[in-house]
């Protein structure tokens, strides 16, 4: 069983490393932000509480994103191991996660630091986008489909692009990650499970530096 975390501000590449591995290990990317915005399509009622925090660039309450990722780990698809992709994001959910994992006999194996300069980040976030079909994901200048307007990975012509993918949003989101989420980095460093990726590295070569870590773990 692999546990792993990866942590790290938005537009770090948690995402495309987290579906890379998803593949490699057999593990599940639980994305605690791709099942808010599951929740907004459906226009329930977290995604109705959810929709403004998250277009605003602020956190969710804590005990909604600790409740939805403690019913998805007891999933039977989790038991091989999950990787946390934007959870926890503050003290008191890292807190909540320990206490969690450890009623659930699951413990961390590693947490994986993806580091980037903000200024890189800005850029990387607003060009985004992705396909509607199938989720794979494009970028104006650094990643564009073979073919315009046709996903690589599905033969899709529909893409969307994130509402708080823009220049205003993001400057809320990395305030937020330097303010609340940073601070967890210290809590898992003091329990020897901090490693650190150079985030500027081609994608292939930050997948390649996960994979040695996770070796290890
Ligand atoms: P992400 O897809 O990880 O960038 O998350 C998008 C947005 O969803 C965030 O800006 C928050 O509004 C919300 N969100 C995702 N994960 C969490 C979390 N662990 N705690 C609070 N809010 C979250």
């Known amino acids: 069983m692999l546990n792993i975390i990866l942590l790290g501000p938005p537009g770090a590449g948690k995402g495309t490393q987290a579906k890379r591995i998803e593949q490699t290990h057999g593990l599940v990317q639980l994305s605690t932000g791709d099942m808010l915005r599951a929740e907004v399509k459906l226009q329930s009622e977290l995604g109705v509480k959810a929709k403004q925090i998250m277009e605003a ?54 947490v994986v630091e993806m580091v980037v300069d903000d200024a890189a980040l800005t850029q990387r976030i607003v060009g985004r986008y992705s396909c509607e079909a199938c989720g794979a994901g ?31 949003t993001v400057k809320q989101r990395l305030a937020v990650y330097h303010e609340q989420t940073a601070p967890i980095l210290p809590y898992y460093a003091d329990m020897n499970l901090l490693e650190k990726v150079d985030g500027m590295q081609p994608i292939d070569a930050v997948t390649d530096q996960i994979l040695g870590l996770l070796k290890s773990a």
Do not use: W
């Open 138 to 168: 494009y970028h104006d200048e650094f990643q564009k489909p073979k073919q315009a307007g046709i996903c690589d990975a599905c033969g899709a012509d529909k893409f969307t692009r994130r509402k708080d993918d823009n220049a205003e």
């Open 57 to 110: 660039g602020e956190l969710v309450p804590d005990a909604l994103v600790i409740d939805i990722i403690s019913n998805r780990i007891d999933q039977p698809d989790c038991k091989n191991g999950f990787i946390l992709d934007g959870f926890p994001r503050n003290v008191v959910q890292a807190k909540a996660l320990d206490q969690m994992l450890s009623d659930k006999k699951a413990p961390l194996s590693k």
